[in-house]
């Protein structure tokens, strides 16, 4: 199952059809979710107090009409569920009750993943620890032909982390690209250990390798991209702030590039 939490924006939508895109072509079902928080004075001066029950029933509305809109258009079977609290953490427990598979998100704000920071997405790449879609605003499914996959040839990757890219693979018959930037033109040894331990992994999956060097990885990553279009990137969240830099340096505003793709997002799981 996907869950797909909405807060039903304009973003949201259209990463809620990516979704049930998705969900049609993988033969899953999805779960539409909507969180929200009671209303607080921020002042002295009197305010109309709105009761939990009368949002909850007018958020209820609003995701049942969005699950009904899904449905008519994709087909796919779609379940909704509506709950107060703080977003990102609720996402996270749903994920533990329903059995989530995959998260798919939107992305807000003109300037792309500039604008995560702070928001529930970041908060929930952080805290989520099944696979997280993240798509940008104006991005429309298409079938992953081509899958990006940016790593630093750890040679302990778990396995969870292949095999989430060979069921997206396997899915669309897609064929990877290898994605690996570094200051230095020479691997080290353990970069090295790394990447034969991935030949060995991915010997059943068409793929190339393709050696960047730059002084950024997100410059590196974007340049490519440019040159050799994909349908989806992957990253793999590391317990090391390679991640967290991506979303937090200035040049994040690069990954809105011409043609935005969705970010896959994977934890990794021992």
Request: contains cysteine; hydrophobic residues 40%; aromatic residues 8%.
């Amino acid at each position: 199952m996907i869950l797909v939490p909405t807060d039903f924006s304009n973003a949201a939508r259209a990463a809620a059809e990516y979704a049930a895109q998705l969900a049609a072509a993988t033969k899953q079902s999805l779960l539409l979710f909507h969180a929200y928080m009671l209303p607080t004075p921020v002042s002295d001066l009197p305010y109309v107090m709105v009761t939990a029950d009368a949002l909850q029933e007018e958020n209820e509305k609003m995701a049942a009409k969005e699950a009904q809109r899904l449905n008519n258009l994709y087909q796919v079977p779609v379940e909704w569920t509506v709950r107060i609290g703080v977003p990102s953490a609720e996402v996270d427990v749903l994920t533990e009750e329903k059995n989530i598979g995959w998260v798919v998100m939107g992305m807000k704000g003109e300037n792309g993943l500039e604008k995560l920071i702070g928001s529930t997405t970041t908060n929930t790449l952080k805290k989520v620890k099944v696979p997280v879609i993240v798509v940008p605003e104006g991005c429309s499914f298409r079938p992953l032909q081509k899958i990006a996959f940016a790593t630093d040839f750890n040679p302990s990757l778990p396995q969870n982390v292949y095999d989430r890219i060979f069921e997206l693979s396997e899915h669309f018959q897609s064929t990877l690209d290898v994605l690996h930037v570094s200051k230095q033109d020479e691997l080290s040894s353990e970069e090295a250990a790394g990447k034969i331990r991935m030949s060995a992994v991915l010997s059943n999956v068409p793929h190339e390798y393709h050696e960047i060097q730059e002084n950024k990885v997100v410059d590196g990553i974007l340049h490519y991209l440019e040159q050799q279009p994909a349908d989806l990137l992957v990253m793999v969240a590391q317990p090391h702030p390679f991640l967290e830099g991506l979303f937090h340096t200035s040049q994040t505003r690069k990954m809105a590039f011409n043609t935005p793709i969705p970010l896959l997002v994977i934890h990794q799981k021992h």
